[in-house]
């Protein structure tokens, strides 16, 4: 829903600033990256009052972004040496909380006004100015509608960058969030220059062989419950290294245990370099909201995809989380 006082307020931060900020979460995804990059294209378009737009992240870029126009020109907080220290406006996209930013909070929260822009049900309104949207598709989606607020035409890139992450975050248009208005806006983005097949191609037909070997070994050690409505999996770092396999090579793979007709919660493991454990959940009904389960870890997400960082080891980690995953699951059983 339109607040036009914020969104006003957020019109008026753009019109005057001279230097922007944009960040978003570690491990960034199509809806991030996509949502950075079409707000950079855009303000580089229509707005010549702002000289520079610093689109930044911290940690590892993931290649199968790499067709994404702009992406080159995405900065790494840790080394690049022309990250500035104050903003006029920060803008973070995609983000629930800014916790999650890592070492781009610092600059975020110095900046003239911070801007939060998200569709996070557990968005924590950390910003000066907070744009959430949780019924949109994607981060893009809001992105979409504030480019229209300020009257700036789609293009191209604009297009491309918006369409990638709506496909992304409905799964291909196949999740519940691919709603009416997702497909309305994907009619203007490919009329705008979005092109589907290249996109498909780009995101899903290029998947590196270690991606594939290393998932197909970790579903195949999918554990249960009694039942198998909850399906786990446990991924480590001696995994990742015999496969040659990527960090960001797991995004999928929860997928594939939920997609089991048995599993109503899917959760997926993965020991982080430093030797704790990031989990994802996923769920396969709005009726049991995963991301509230990852409130107590300071997690978060949406009701059926969410995730967190828990500071203990693999093993610790799942004998921590399984049991409240089981007892979520026969509290809605019972109902
Ligand atoms: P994934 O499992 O794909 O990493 O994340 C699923 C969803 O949960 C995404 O919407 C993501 O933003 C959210 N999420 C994942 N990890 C965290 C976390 O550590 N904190 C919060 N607040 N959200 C997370
Ligand atoms: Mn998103």
């Known amino acids: 829903m339109r607040n036009s006082v914020i969104h006003d307020a957020f019109i008026e931060a753009v019109q005057t600033a001279k230097s922007v900020f944009i960040t978003a979460h570690v491990g960034p995804d199509g809806d991030t990256l996509g949502s950075m990059l079409a707000f950079k294209h855009a303000f580089e378009k229509a707005c010549p009052h702002i000289h520079g737009v610093h689109c930044v992240i911290a940690g590892k870029m993931p290649d199968v972004y790499r ?3 702009g992406i080159r ?3 790494n907080i840790e080394t690049d040496p022309e990250i500035l220290d104050y903003y006029d406006l920060a803008i973070s996209v995609d983000c629930g909380s800014a916790d999650r930013f890592g070492p781009a909070e610092r600059v ?3 900046a003239g006004v911070s801007v939060n822009i998200d569709h996070h049900i557990s968005n924590k309104q950390f910003g000066k100015i907070n744009i959430n949207v949780p019924t949109a598709a994607a981060s893009g989606e809001v992105v979409a509608d504030l480019l229209t607020e300020l009257k700036i035409p789609l293009d191209a890139n604009i297009a491309t960058c918006l369409y990638t992450a709506l496909v992304t975050d409905t799964g291909g248009f196949k999740y519940s969030n691919a709603t009416a208005k997702a497909f309305e806006l ?3 983005l490919v009329t705008a220059g979005a092109d589907p097949e290249y996109i498909y191609k780009e995101l899903y037909e290029k998947r590196p062989r270690a991606q594939a070997l290393m998932q197909a070994e970790a579903l195949s ?3 249960f419950n009694e039942d198998y409505t909850l399906g786990w999996t446990l991924v480590d770092r001696a995994m990742l ?3 040659g396999a990527l960090e960001e090579y797991i995004d999928g793979l929860v997928e594939s ?3 089991m007709d048995t599993v109503v919660i899917a959760a997926v493991f993965k020991e ?3 030797g704790n454990t990031k989990i994802s959940l996923r769920s396969d009904s709005h009726a049991i909201d995963v991301a509230a389960v990852m409130e107590p870890f300071d997690g978060g997400g949406h009701k059926m995809a969410a995730g967190c960082t828990m500071l203990m080891p693999l093993r610790e980690a799942e004998a921590t989380l399984i049991p409240i995953l089981k007892d979520k699951i026969r509290q809605k059983i019972s109902v």
């Open 221 to 223: 050690k999918t554990r």
């Open 257 to 259: 245990i939920r997609q």
């Open 67 to 69: 067709f994404l126009p």
């Open 186 to 188: 994907a009619a203007k």
């Open 108 to 110: 975020f929260s110095a």
């Open 272 to 274: 982080t370099p430093d």
């Open 241 to 243: 290294k015999k496969h």
């Open 73 to 75: 020109d995405v900065k």
